[in-house]
């Protein structure tokens, strides 16, 4: 691939710290206990619209880098992680995290009524690694020596 256009590293890794930021709120959102957070509609909002452009940036990413080393033109945001992991610059034993992700993000989009605060806190508690998953295999591909 060396004769491939090369990603634009200021670009991505703008995404990333904006991911890292995010997932920092999200933590603190989480960290106010099951109780507090399920009364607390604000927080909801702000946990789920967090996620959302988080997963968002994630697929920025992804587009991205596909069309820079021209891995395909995807038609959907979860073919644009597909190709990442058909790539293999995202693992293939995270394909499904990922694609919940962004099936997560669809649903924050378009069916918004439809996701409830305990789905949101369970995330909060459980899946906030799975950002760590995504920005470390991008990180060891384009910015490890």
Same mark, same amino acid.
Do not use: C, W
């Given at each position: 691939?060396?004769? &491939? ?10 995404? @990333? ?8 709120? &999200? ?8 109780s ?14 967090? @996620? ?14 596909t ?30 995290? #990922? ?24 995330? @909060? ?8 998953? #995504? ?6 591909? #384009?910015?490890?020596?």
């Amino acid at each position: 691939m060396a004769d &491939l256009p090369e990603i634009d590293r200021d670009k991505v890794r703008d995404k @990333l710290q904006f991911i890292r930021d995010n997932v920092r709120h &999200l933590e603190a959102l989480g960290r106010q206990g099951a109780s507090s957070f399920l009364a607390d509609r604000t927080a909801q909002a702000a946990a789920t619209h967090l @996620l959302q452009v988080s997963i968002e940036a994630m697929i920025d990413i992804a587009n991205h880098v596909t069309a820079r080393l021209r891995l395909g033109i995807p038609k959907t945001y979860r073919e644009a992680i597909d190709l990442l992991v058909d790539a293999r610059i995202l693992p293939e034993e995270h394909r499904d995290t #990922f694609r919940n992700m962004v099936r997560f993000r669809n649903r924050a989009v378009h069916l918004y009524d439809q996701i409830g605060p305990t789905e949101v806190y369970e995330i @909060l508690q459980d899946h906030l690694g799975d950002f760590d998953l #995504f920005a470390g295999a991008i990180v060891r591909r #384009f910015f490890a020596p």
